[in-house]
């Protein structure tokens, strides 16, 4: 794709969005090769956390998390897919099980549904600044799991 092209697509600005989106595919097809952007890099890094929590798993508030936190960082700011996204979390929920003893469950159809709606509104995920002012209780678990 070359560059004459997006501006030729750039009739609307859904058009010329993902003329660009093509375009900068396009120039590192191979996404595990290319740099990420410096500002990307940054948000991934404030949410570290996440990860640790999801590999360990929590005692409570296993839906809040999800909700609030998880689906939301795999999906807007790690980019993975809802079928990646729903693996993970799901990997949350065993480790919340094995490690903590938190076995309800938590539907998947649900699950799905958090994602698509994360997608599609682009909803960032909550802060620990955020889950401390907003769910205290929240805050104080996933405070002692990432030893803040």
């Given at each position: 794709?070359?560059?004459?092209?997006?501006?030729?697509?750039?009739?609307?600005?859904?058009n010329?969005?993902?003329?660009?989106?093509?375009?900068?595919?396009?120039?590192?097809?191979?996404?595990?090769?290319?740099?990420?952007?410096?500002?990307?890099?940054k948000v991934?890094?404030?949410?570290?956390?996440?990860?640790?929590?999801?590999?360990?798993?929590?005692?409570?508030?296993?839906s809040?998390?999800?909700?609030?936190?998880i689906?939301?960082?795999?999906v807007?700011?790690?980019g993975?897919?809802?079928?990646?996204?729903?693996?993970?979390?799901?990997?949350?929920?065993?480790?919340?099980?094995?490690n903590?003893?938190?076995?309800?469950?938590?539907?998947?159809?649900?699950?799905?549904?958090?994602?698509?709606?994360?997608?599609?509104?682009?909803w960032?995920?909550?802060?620990?600044e955020?889950?401390?002012?907003?769910?205290p209780?929240?805050?104080?678990?996933?405070?002692?799991?990432?030893e803040?």
């Amino acid at each position: 794709m070359s560059w004459d092209h997006v501006v030729e697509s750039c009739v609307s600005i859904e058009n010329c969005i993902e003329a660009l989106e093509r375009f900068f595919k396009s120039m590192c097809p191979d996404e595990s090769l290319c740099e990420e952007a410096h500002g990307k890099v940054k948000v991934r890094r404030r949410f570290v956390w996440v990860d640790k929590i999801i590999e360990s798993g929590v005692p409570d508030g296993r839906s809040r998390l999800i909700l609030y936190v998880i689906s939301r960082y795999l999906v807007n700011i790690k980019g993975l897919g809802l079928d990646e996204a729903e693996k993970t979390i799901s990997i949350f929920i065993e480790n919340s099980c094995k490690n903590h003893g938190n076995c309800g469950k938590i539907y998947r159809s649900w699950i799905r549904r958090v994602l698509e709606s994360v997608k599609s509104r682009g909803w960032p995920p909550w802060s620990l600044e955020k889950i401390k002012e907003k769910d205290p209780q929240l805050y104080d678990i996933v405070s002692r799991i990432v030893e803040l």
